[in-house]
């Protein structure tokens, strides 16, 4: 963990949720790692702001809310479900969707199509004659 002992707050049971709340919310620095596992100092910064925040009596949505607002919701490491974000969530769900619909027409149109071909005109069988003796 890259929590310095000077940031850990008394409280156990504030710690605790303190360090609930950083791992939900990304460093933008490194982008691929919670605040709470990062060393660059914009994540001891928001990791000192949420201890701040929850030290004043803040409940844990209220801190987040506070983040989100200061740097967009890119800073929760998951996304949260509401209508802007839809689009995100929604759109793998109908691109299965309607590749299985597609897969179904195309399997159900090749079923109808006769698999037998034209009968061959009376030239035609006459060349096969001569080229099968």
Known sequence: ????????????????RARALSAQLRCMVCQNQS???SNA???KDLRLIV??????????AAVIDY?????GEFVLLKPRFEGKTLI???????????????TLLAARNRRQRPLVAD???????????QLLK
């Open 88 to 102: 995100l969530w929604g759109t793998p769900v109908m691109l299965l969707v309607a590749g299985g619909a597609a």
């Open 41 to 43: 100092e914009l994540a």
């Open 1 to 16: 963990m890259a929590v310095n002992p000077d940031e850990v707050l008394a409280d156990p049971a504030l710690e605790a």
């Open 35 to 37: 605040i709470d596992d």
């Open 67 to 71: 983040v989100v607002s200061r740097y």
């Open 119 to 129: 009968p061959l005109s009376a030239e035609e069988e006459g060349r096969l004659d």
């Open 51 to 60: 201890r701040e925040r929850l030290a004043r009596g803040e409940t844990d």
